[in-house]
């Protein structure tokens, strides 16, 4: 079983049982129960009523975070020619083609993301059983397989971060650092349902958005109310 030490203990009691949140509360509660000497990473977990045994309930996505999530993100890029000329200029931190794709089946990662050209799919394909378990691996649907790759370099390095949703129907994505202004650590959350609640599977029935929590990576969750997000996504449409 385990044991909370005393600063996660006090934060917890800082928060009001079973109270749920509005977005911005929530925000300024996880950044004054905070208590760790780093600058934490500060993410959002949905739980969602789908069931991702079935293909037609998976949800996944992306979105470029209005304020990024704080850190710098190194981007490896597939591309040759003027691709590769383009990815440069663009700002990515490696660029190759056959030459890289060899150097990553030798082991190295040294990236937080990969773009690729669609001519290079069938090299990069290979990387397959390498990427994919660490969730780097090019997709279209991502727009990690694109032509325009200037554009997915400058996404990737403004902050675009993926989400997918896990065995248990749950989505875990990071929305910046405790550093941030509490409005944009809002702003970036709301990005982030927004796109989850775009991504709804037609299959899905009943309630989609169940749960909505915000925490620092050593602090507590805080609830956010889901509903009443849902009800203002509905509006808005």
């Known amino acids: 079983m385990r044991v909370h030490g005393k600063r996660y203990r006090a934060a ?31 993410d959002v977990a949905v739980r969602l009523g789908v069931d991702p045994k079935h293909a037609d309930q998976m949800v996944r996505g992306a979105v470029v975070l209005p304020h990024g999530i704080g850190k710098a993100v190194r981007v490896a890029v597939f591309a040759k020619g003027d691709k590769e000329r383009e990815a440069r200029e663009a700002g990515a931190d490696i660029v190759g083609a056959e030459d ?8 190295w990662m040294e990236f937080d993301t990969a773009i690729a050209t669609p001519d290079l799919m069938g090299q990069v394909g290979r990387l397959g059983k390498v990427l994919g378990p660490r969730g780097l691996m ?25 989400f997918r949703v896990d065995k248990a129907g749950n989505v875990h994505t990071p929305i910046g650092k405790h550093s941030f202004p509490a409005e944009h650590l809002v702003a970036n959350a709301m990005a982030v349902i927004e796109a989850i609640v775009r991504a709804k599977p037609a299959a899905a029935k009943g309630t989609y958005l169940r749960s909505l929590t915000v925490s620092t990576t050593m602090g507590p969750g805080v609830p956010i109310d889901a509903q009443a997000i849902a009800n203002l996504f509905k509006k808005a449409v």
């Open 12 to 42: 917890v009691g800082t928060l009001e049982p079973r109270k749920l949140y509005p977005p911005r509360d929530a925000v300024e509660r996880v950044k004054a129960a905070a208590y760790a000497k780093f600058d934490e990473s500060v």
């Open 100 to 107: 890289l794709v060899e150097r990553v089946q030798g082991g």
């Open 138 to 162: 090019p997709n279209p649907k991502l727009g990690t397989v694109t032509f325009d790759i200037a554009r997915a370099v400058r996404e990737a390095k403004a902050g675009k971060v993926e």
